[in-house]
Nanobody, 124 residues
């Protein structure tokens, strides 16, 4: 079992920045790829970013490419999402998750453990 807890969400003006953190407990995540997803009100949850087990590979949704950066610290069992140049359309609940199944990395079905989410609200 892996427990994931996200933090760092909040209210920010457009153009601002936030740094989300995901802390894992129960089992080390150092051998697992990790991902961030988000869900806006009335919309389906969507892929945001993913990072390989050793941090050597990253992947981003087109909508956040160049603005968001995913990173990890395996010694601390944490994954972070640095979000810059935030836009109102980035408003959503953000979730971190561990890879667990052989499905495309951008799809929810490839992830086995999920956090409870953290709210990010970007005002215009």
């Amino acid at each position: 079992q892996v427990q994931l807890v996200e933090s760092g969400g909040g209210l920010v003006q457009a153009g601002g920045s936030l740094r989300l953190s995901c802390a894992a407990s129960g089992r080390a995540i150092s051998n697992k790829a990790m991902g961030w997803f988000r869900q806006a009100p009335g919309k389906e949850r969507e892929f945001v970013a993913a990072i390989s087990w050793n941090g050597g590979g990253t992947l981003y949704a087109d909508s956040v490419e160049g603005r968001f950066t995913i990173s990890r610290d395996n010694a601390k069992n944490t994954v972070a999402l640095q979000m810059n140049s935030l836009k109102p359309e980035d408003t959503a609940v953000y979730y971190c998750a561990t890879r667990g199944f052989p499905a495309p990395i951008r799809t929810e079905s490839g992830y086995s453990y999920w956090g409870q989410g953290t709210q990010v609200t970007v005002s215009s």
